[in-house]
């Protein structure tokens, strides 16, 4: 390589050449948007139709109601939009081989990685904190009528707003690790669907001191308690705790994808 293409292959450069990757394929805006509108929407369905059924709920749901969970509770359906596009970010050019022009341009190759994980997480974050305020004060002007609302203020309500959009964001990053690592959009998905959602069907049908025991470490259950306000078993680890520990599984996954990506052909 010569010197001249050597400076040409910097860090803010493999960054926007990411950035201009992400924000041309159809698929990205289809799927931002499909996580944004879930995000943002679906928490006030849900509010709306509580409210409407106010009268028709049992007592102790009444007693108990809390306007904050819902107000977040979009992330059930975002996460899936998040986390199928994180695998095809990186899945999709091993599938078209423009993976290897990538490595082309900059043959160290784990900046590649790195200026995918940096971009995808800021946009992730961006759009998902702004739809996590707007689900927020949409549900609270909802749940006004009632006397329910909440403000960002509350005991809980900015954790549960901003840790929905970290929630969301780490997911993203994982969910690109793990593409990474199978390099196979179809693999990735079924790899991405098992490990949040079928392990914890697992865990449900094992004895109830085992599941007990294994279930707030899985990754769903860890990650999602920062976004969670009302829990419904005892046994959970604390918000940040919890997201710590799907933080440190995100790191795991980074790390194994970096390694493999160094020592595997393109």
Known sequence: MSAAAAVRVTPAAVLRSEWIKLRSLRSTRWSLLAATVSMAGLGALVAAVQMNRWTHLEAHDRLTYNSLD?????????????????????SGE????????????VPRRT???????????????????????????????????????????????LRVVVGTALFLTVLGAFSLALGAIVRNTAGGIALFVGLLFVLPGITAILPATTGDAIDPYLPLSAGSAVATVVFESPHHLSPWGGFAVFCGYTVLAIIVAAVLLVRRDA
């Open 111 to 157: 900046p590649v990685l790195f200026a995918k994980l940096g971009v995808y997480a800021a946009v992730t974050f961006g759009l998902m904190l702004v739809a996590s305020v707007v689900s927020f004060l949409a549900v609270q002007a909802i749940v006004s009528q009632r006397g329910l609302q909440h403000g960002l203020g509350d005991p809980g309500a």
């Open 94 to 105: 091993y599938t078209t081989g423009m993976i290897r022009s990538s490595f082309m341009a």
């Open 70 to 90: 819902p107000a977040v509770g979009g992330w059930h359906l975002a996460m899936l939009a998040v986390g199928v596009l994180g695998v095809m970010i990186i």
